[in-house]
């Protein structure tokens, strides 16, 4: 599986921004699609998840009621619409996708590139 993260850019504080991650490959393999996200100096944080064939989400605390991850897939793609955006929400966000549970405590199966995404105040 191979993932293509894009959308990432400079907004201010309190914009908004879409992130998509479209997925190619042995698709039918994933199970779970979600974000993370990596700042300067600190360590992969998890954003959301959403289950493939289904419609369970997962959020973590930072980014709840903020942030809405979605998936289209006929189209293959995981989007994340980031709303209220603040100036900690900067930082390398990474797509994921895993064969099982995309879980906050272990590494997905596969990796897209990051997007940077940079909130100014």
């Known amino acids: 599986v191979q993932l293509q993260a894009s959308g990432g850019g400079l907004v201010q504080a309190g914009g908004s921004l879409r992130l998509s991650c479209v997925a190619s490959?042995?698709?039918?393999?994933?199970?779970?699609m979600g974000w993370f996200r990596q700042a300067p100096g600190k360590e992969r944080e998890f954003v959301a998840s959403i289950r493939w064939s289904g419609s369970s989400t997962y959020y973590g605390d930072s980014v709840k009621g903020r942030f809405t991850i979605s998936r289209d897939r006929a189209k293959a793609t995981a989007y994340l619409q980031m709303n209220s955006l603040k100036t900690e929400d900067t930082a390398v966000y990474y797509c994921a996708a895993d064969r099982q549970r995309v879980v906050p405590t272990k590494g997905p199966d596969y990796w897209g590139q990051g997007t940077q995404v940079t909130v100014s105040s």
């Open positions: 490959g042995r698709t039918g393999s994933i199970y779970d």
